[in-house]
């Protein structure tokens, strides 16, 4: 059942909110996945019965606030923090009638794409538990892959839905920059990270993506109101789109063969689909790209609040040393260059309405991978990112709308992801073209073996 189907049943008195919490708070504790780093005893009642998700349960990832529960961040500094009042889109998540069941996992500050943290442990892909779920919010895609919950809240600075949603075979909606707001905190360097919906179906996802948004007083980016709710884009058709589809990623590493099949694959039924499809690559071929990326990256963990770098993971705490030792003039040409770099980029858009990559350059990886073949150097870790997410960064610098769809999956019947770029602001031609994708080739009934029957 569908989130939007769930919330029509609660209205409608076939089953009540409280049952609806009470059988989905069961599965949660009973979860073997590592999903979750907190669930409430008993859930707070829902606040608008006329609300588009009234009564359905909801987790929020362990990087926003919500009133009353730990926000631990995965970071051992703040093991003990506890929430005093709730983040915007928190607050409009609640506003929606939705029912908050608990946090979901997350690396330490979400820095890394793989949910793994000193804290709060490793969290495990329901299709295959020797893997991880991708990005740092692999908590709330394992959540939703396993059937935990119908949607969830994930944040995305440099793939993290997107990945995970790769990985679970999950639909995965990064809002261009300024759509949702990051109040009460600021939105950082570039404004590179956002809230977005991870969900089974587009429609799900959509709506979800409909109740986040919006403006709050002092937000330095602000995104233009859509036409019409992105739901009702769901019903709309996509027409006949010029799409570019390529395989080069901004950054020269390889691409698994695997992921570049299912980008073939999608460029032939979106041909079927009578869209206009060539081979094209924007100008983004820019391997520099990574320091000038690292060196306002770095700014995270070094202005997280932790004087005490001990306390932080090796990771982290190499990038907050290497911030403290980075000159402002150098940290302000870093940002010039990548404004710049985002300029050249965005013509692209002027020939094309969407462009189409691989979401990943692997399949789902084992988890630990991060740290494999690195001799505990903890920058060597964090560069192996590069060999796992070379096409998703670039689009938290540029700004743009984009999905990832669960379209393929591999020999070993692991999830893999496609990923759609759309215009600055146009997450309605994505939407309408995922509509169109899901009916052609339906994905939302598979769910992992292990859970089939279960939920």
Request: glycine share 8%; charged share 20%; aromatic share 8%.
């Amino acid at each position: 059942m569908t989130a939007l189907e769930l919330a029509a049943q609660i209205r409608a008195g076939d089953v009540s909110w409280q049952e609806v919490a009470a059988e989905q708070l069961e599965h949660i504790r009973a979860d073997e996945l590592n999903a979750f780093t907190y669930v409430v005893d008993e859930p707070e009642p829902p606040r608008d019965e006329g609300g588009p998700f009234y009564g359905v349960p909801i987790a929020i990832k362990d990087l926003n606030d919500v009133a009353g529960m730990p926000t631990t961040y995965s970071c051992r500094a703040y093991a003990t923090n506890v929430a005093a009042s709730d983040s915007a889109v928190v607050r409009n998540l609640k506003d929606a009638g939705f029912v908050v069941l608990g946090k979901t996992n997350t690396p330490e500050f979400g820095t890394i794409a793989h949910t793994e943290s000193e804290l709060n442990g490793a969290t495990k892909n329901p299709w295959d538990v020797t893997r991880t779920p991708g990005g740092s919010s692999g908590g709330a895609a394992a959540a939703v892959a396993a059937g935990l919950l119908a949607v969830a809240h994930a944040s995305d600075g440099g793939g993290s839905i997107r990945v995970p949603a790769s990985c679970c075979g999950l639909v995965g909606i990064k809002p261009s920059r300024g759509r949702v707001s990051n109040a009460p905190y600021v939105s950082g360097s570039l404004g590179l990270s956002t809230s977005g919906p991870l969900g089974r179906t587009v429609r799900d996802a959509a709506a979800l993506l409909d109740v986040m948004r919006g403006y709050e007083p002092g937000d330095s980016y602000v995104a233009p109101v859509p036409a019409r709710p992105y739901l009702d884009e769901c019903d709309e058709p996509a027409g006949e789109l010029r799409i570019a589809v390529t395989a080069t990623p901004p950054t020269s590493v390889p691409v698994d063969p695997e992921c570049v099949d299912a980008l073939r694959s999608t460029a032939a039924l979106l041909s079927d689909l009578g869209h206009d499809v060539v081979d094209a690559t924007p100008p983004w071929s820019a391997d520099e790209m990574i320091l000038e990326f690292i060196r306002v990256w770095q700014v995270g963990p070094a202005t997280a609040g932790v004087d005490d770098l001990s306390l932080l993971e090796p990771i982290n705490r190499a990038l907050a040393e290497q911030a403290f030792e980075t000159p402002a003039p150098a940290y302000v040409a870093a940002v010039m260059q990548l404004q710049a770099l985002t300029r050249r980029i965005l013509r692209f858009w002027d020939e094309f309405d969407v462009v189409v990559t691989p979401t990943l350059a692997l399949t789902p990886t084992p988890i630990g991978w991060t740290f494999d073949e690195t001799d505990g150097d903890p920058m060597a870790a964090f560069f192996r990112q590069t060999l796992w997410t070379p096409f998703t960064p670039l689009i938290n610098v540029t700004g743009q709308p984009a999905t990832s769809l669960p379209l393929a999956w591999s020999a070993g019947g692991l999830p893999i992801g496609v990923q759609f770029i759309g215009r600055p602001f146009d997450e309605a031609t994505l939407i309408r073209l995922a509509a169109q994708l899901e009916e052609a080739r339906p994905w939302a009934g598979r769910f992992p073996d292990r859970f089939v029957g279960k939920r």
